[in-house]
């Protein structure tokens, strides 16, 4: 089956309602040198579809790292937890930041689970942080 195209005012929505920033590390466009994707929450090789209501911004590591997983397994409890959805659960309810600002911190199963499953403290996004905290711009309110 082909995936069908996401209908270019779809894709407007979606930018506007994610704030233009990635849903898991919040990363804003701004800030990126790519692209932020349209990220299927249930991906499309698992069911999901191209509605609005499955649909969030990612960046480009964010998506990559997530690829079609739903689940994670959460290192405090070890059970096995559904991955953190931007559309539908608040961030600062699952995760937080260190106190430089560099890292993400689960807060909950969700989060930590998510924080692991998705790298979100991977080399690379730690390095970038720590940057843009010492110009200002990180973490974001």
């Given at each position: 089956m082909s995936r069908k195209p996401i209908p270019l005012k779809v894709?407007?929505?979606?930018?506007?309602a994610a704030g233009?920033?990635?849903g898991y590390c919040l990363s804003?466009?701004?800030?990126?040198p790519w692209e932020l994707e349209i990220e299927h929450i249930r991906p499309f090789?698992?069911?999901?579809?191209n509605e609005?209501?499955?649909l969030w911004l990612s960046c480009r590591s964010c998506n990559s790292f997530k690829a079609v997983q739903t689940h994670a397994?959460?290192?405090?409890?070890?059970?096995?937890?559904r991955l953190f959805n931007p559309r539908?659960?608040?961030?600062?309810?699952?995760?937080?930041?260190?106190?430089?600002?560099?890292?993400?911190?689960?807060?909950t199963a969700c989060g930590r689970a998510?924080?692991?499953?998705?790298?979100?403290n991977n080399i690379f996004a730690v390095t970038a942080r720590r940057e843009w905290v010492s110009a200002g711009w990180h973490p974001p309110e």
């Open positions: 894709e407007q929505r979606v930018r506007a233009n920033r990635c804003p466009q701004w800030l990126l090789a698992r069911g999901g579809t609005e209501q499955n397994y959460d290192p405090v409890t070890t059970r096995r937890i539908l659960q608040k961030w600062n309810r699952h995760f937080t930041w260190s106190s430089d600002g560099t890292e993400i911190i689960g807060l998510t924080v692991i499953a998705l790298k979100l």
